[in-house]
């Protein structure tokens, strides 16, 4: 009997598993909602790709930022890991590591890694400025700076930005005295203390020049210049292509949240951003930012021709060369 009694129960145990199998290999009501949910989730880790960004401590880092913030990035499949550089050399160190995929940068920029061999695209314009101060009332307008002193940082943006402003005006970089100074605080102090006729400076330090009694005689946005850019290596462009589409649907978000907000909503997290003074929040103006556009073809011809100029590019590189239609067409 108890033979018997086993070899029941062994039966019992053998059609449980069966059915059990048989059950699997149909497809199951709950076995079909687990394949979906797990699908549902690989979409979802699949929709939000990575995209790490080199930012500067700059206003054209802004709708990055507040895209981060707001959740704009992940509502449109990306997620921006923003990494922020206190120096374009601090950045381009990471970037040359390969630890960042996109940059914030300018047109001298473009065209020195193009001439290193370094593949990268200039997907869009960002929305930095550069502005020329000066405390001296002698100085009334940028023709007055003949034979003055101006204060720069050489081979790059900045004097590429002086140099189009001076030839606005009828001048020409042989007519000022330049005084090399990388640091841009410095620039400031030195202006400041009337160890220069002009500098050309970036926010937040534009702001800071101005509550200290300094004089704006041009900008890069009166004076119609713009050489500030977002780039990706082509590398990036060809693996991340819908992930930076993404990122610019994100980023006309972030403009137009900030168009239909008041600036009292988001400006702690631009003075933490850019580095403005506290004591400064009310004299704060945030630019009007548009939607993202591409690079004009004739900024970078006219930066890749000042480049040219001064040695900073030998390499026979047209624009059409480093700007991408990933987003844009040229």
Avoid at 16 to 38: D, Q, Y
Avoid at 68 to 87: M, Y
Wanted: with cysteine; net charge negative.
């Amino acid at each position: 009997m108890k033979k018997k009694a086993l070899k029941r129960m062994l039966m019992l145990s053998m059609m449980v598993v069966v059915i059990a199998v048989l059950a699997v290999g149909c497809g199951s009501k709950n076995n079909t909602n687990t394949a979906s949910t797990e699908g549902n989730a690989a979409e979802t880790s699949k929709e939000a790709v990575t995209l790490s960004l080199g930012l500067l401590p700059s206003i054209d880092a802004i709708p990055f930022v507040i895209a981060h913030e707001q959740g704009f990035d992940k509502k449109h499949g990306v997620n921006l890991d923003i990494q922020t550089f206190k120096s374009a050399k601090d950045r381009d160190v990471a970037f040359q590591a390969g630890k960042l995929e996109g940059i914030s940068a300018d047109l001298v920029a473009i065209s020195i890694y193009n001439e290193a061999g370094l593949d990268v695209k200039i997907t869009s314009t960002t929305f930095g400025e550069f502005d020329l101060l000066t405390g001296n009332d002698a100085i009334q307008d940028v023709k007055d700076l003949k034979g003055k002193t101006v204060i720069l940082s050489k081979n790059t943006s900045t004097q590429y930005t002086v140099a189009m402003m001076l030839k606005q005006a009828g001048l020409t970089e042989d007519d000022i005295t330049v005084t090399e100074v990388p640091q841009i605080p410095t620039r400031l102090e030195l202006l400041k203390n009337n160890k220069a006729d002009a500098a050309i400076l970036p926010e937040p330090f534009v702001t800071m020049g101005k509550a200290s009694g300094l004089r704006v005689l041009s900008s890069t946005h009166t004076a119609g210049v713009n050489p500030f850019v977002l780039a990706f290596p082509q590398t990036a462009i060809d693996a991340k292509a819908d992930a930076i589409r993404n990122m610019y649907a994100a980023y006309d978000e972030a403009v137009a949240y900030m168009k239909s907000h008041d600036q009292s909503e988001y400006i702690d997290l631009v003075i933490k951003e850019v580095g403005y003074p506290e004591t400064l929040k009310d004299e704060i103006k945030v630019p009007d930012y548009v939607p993202a556009n591409q690079v004009d073809v004739k900024e970078v011809e006219a930066a890749f021709a000042w480049a040219r100029e001064k040695g900073l590019l030998s390499k026979n590189i047209s624009a059409v060369d480093v700007i991408s239609d990933v987003q844009f067409k040229k």
